[in-house]
């Protein structure tokens, strides 16, 4: 499996991106993979599951999956999906060094990014329909962390506590 490093060495600087679902997810996280590989920001799209809408799978282990491959380094962004997409944000919350957030709108989806340098987005199926999903799927593939912005601080008091505390 390359890594994402492995496609930034080739002076790709698109993203390499992971989704996954669970089953209330499954037809959003299809149509959402279906945009992202026709993105022109995007260099790669890989898919964790579930592949079809009746595996019962339960969502945190599609979600731990997806963030520690954000965490390794071997994506450099996520898009998970379930009813409410909480779930997943909780559980992708878990892995140390991953931000994670559920966005509903695109100004979250933009300030998700520019200041919270968040790698994952979810979303909830029963709560956005697909239209405004790839709005704010649109959004938040147009905005990268600016490391020297004033919000760089605030975030790394999140990884010194993390450091502290799990590292
Ligand atoms: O956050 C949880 C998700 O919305 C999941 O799709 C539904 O979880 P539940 O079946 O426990 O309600």
């Known amino acids: 499996m390359c890594t994402v490093s492995d496609v930034k060495a080739g002076g790709e600087d698109r993203f390499v991106i992971g989704v996954g679902a669970d089953d209330a ?4 996280k299809e149509r959402l993979r279906e945009l992202l590989a026709g993105d022109p920001r995007v260099a790669e799209v890989r898919d964790f599951g579930v592949r079809e809408a009746t595996d019962t799978e339960p969502y945190p282990n599609v979600g731990l999956k997806v963030a520690e491959e954000v965490a390794a380094g071997r994506l450099d962004r996520a898009v998970l999906v379930c009813g409410t997409g909480i779930g997943m944000a909780i559980t992708a919350n878990k892995v140390p060094g991953v931000r994670a957030t559920t966005a509903h709108d695109t100004y979250s989806a933009e300030r998700s990014v520019l200041s919270n340098n968040c790698q994952v987005l979810t979303m909830g199926a029963r709560v956005v329909g697909p239209e405004l999903a790839a709005r704010i ?3 938040w593939l147009g905005h990268r962390f ?3 912005s004033a919000s760089a601080r605030k ?4 990884a010194e506590y993390e ?3 799990h590292g």
């Open 163 to 165: 450091d502290a505390h």
């Open 155 to 158: 975030i790394a008091v999140i």
């Open 25 to 28: 997810g499954f037809a959003l």
């Open 146 to 148: 600016d490391p020297e």
């Open 137 to 139: 799927l649109d959004e």
